[in-house]
């Protein structure tokens, strides 16, 4: 199973191309060649997923009832959005222009890559700070611990932003 985690700055290339950070590409298993499905959808910025963490995002949407306008708008936007991005040899995607433009991102520009678990994000840092909204970190966890089906021992936790190198 896929687990991407920590957040990194990168440099988004004269080119478009955004390097997928060592550790991100261990996790996945990710070398030159691989593929990574990008999607715009939630949260203004770009998810990047490998083949069979999207396969299974693809399965649940299409598992929906298509009767309803709703499920079949949802899957149209989702699914018709996501572009296949291929690693270079030095573990670069490139981002297209609507990619690009849908994350208030450009070339040359500082990008976070979040690991979020099966998926990374690319975030343009100023976004990405304004999405942590007005809940304080205790609320957060809480409503996160809420949504579990069975509650484990309270955790602290501290979910301030903090980029890694790589």
């Excluded at 080119?15 to 261990?26: C, D, E, Y």
């Excluded at 070339?107 to 700070?129: C, D, I, R």
């Excluded at 304004?130 to 409503?143: C, T, V």
């Amino acid at each position: 199973m896929v687990r991407f985690r920590s957040t990194y700055e990168h440099n988004i290339d004269s080119k478009g191309r955004l390097a997928i950070p060592a550790k991100m590409r261990a996790a996945g298993d990710l070398g030159p060649g691989s593929e990574l499905i990008a999607a715009v959808f939630l949260d203004n910025c770009i998810k990047l997923f490998p083949v069979g963490e999207w396969e299974k995002l693809e399965d649940d949407l299409l598992s929906l009832d298509s009767s309803d306008p709703a499920v079949r708008e949802a899957t149209r936007k989702v699914i018709g959005s996501s572009q296949e991005l291929e690693l270079d040899g030095q573990a670069r995607v490139v981002l297209s222009k609507a990619l690009l433009d849908y994350a208030n991102l450009s070339a040359s520009s500082l990008a976070l890559v979040v690991g979020v678990g099966s998926h990374m994000e690319v975030w343009n840092p100023e976004t990405y700070q304004a999405s942590g909204g007005s809940r304080s970190n205790e609320d957060l966890f809480g409503l996160v611990m809420s949504n579990r089906k069975a509650s484990p021992a309270p955790l602290s936790v501290n979910l301030s932003y903090g980029p890694s190198a790589s």
